[in-house]
């Protein structure tokens, strides 16, 4: 069982930074942060397998977004830079424990998640 809790949301405005926080009780081979906007489906923004630290983003993030983890503390982050109202989100912490490529794998464990509104 993988327990995860995100953290670090709230309201920034249009080109400010925000960082979120996801606690681990453990890590997993592949690690991710997703989110979803109301009526919207839920996307897979920014993904790392832990072992090599290899990461990987979705288009609409790159550049923009760097995930992260601190290994003292079992921690995942998702620093988010130049932030853009469509930005604006629940976003979800999630791990699983099957092998593949982190971005095309089902996610079997999620946190609460943590709501980022950008607005002005």
């Known amino acids: 069982l993988v327990q995860l809790a995100e953290s670090g949301g709230g309201t920034v405005q249009p080109g400010g930074s925000l960082r979120l926080s996801c606690a681990a009780s453990?890590?997993?081979?592949?690690m991710a942060w997703f989110r979803q906007a109301p009526g919207k489906e839920r996307e897979g923004v920014a993904f790392?397998?832990?072992?090599?630290?290899?990461?990987t983003y979705s288009d609409s993030v790159k550049g923009r977004f760097t995930i992260s983890l601190d290994n003292a503390k079992n921690a995942l982050y998702l620093q988010m830079n130049s932030l853009k109202p469509e930005d604006t989100a629940m976003y979800y912490c999630?791990?699983?424990?099957?092998?593949?490529?982190?971005?095309?794998?089902?996610?079997?464990?999620w946190g609460q998640g943590t709501q980022v509104t950008v607005s002005s």
């Open positions: 999630a791990a699983d424990l099957s092998g593949g490529n982190c971005p095309d794998i089902s996610y079997n464990y």
């Open positions: 453990t890590y997993t081979r592949c």
């Open positions: 790392i397998r832990t072992s090599a630290g290899e990461t």
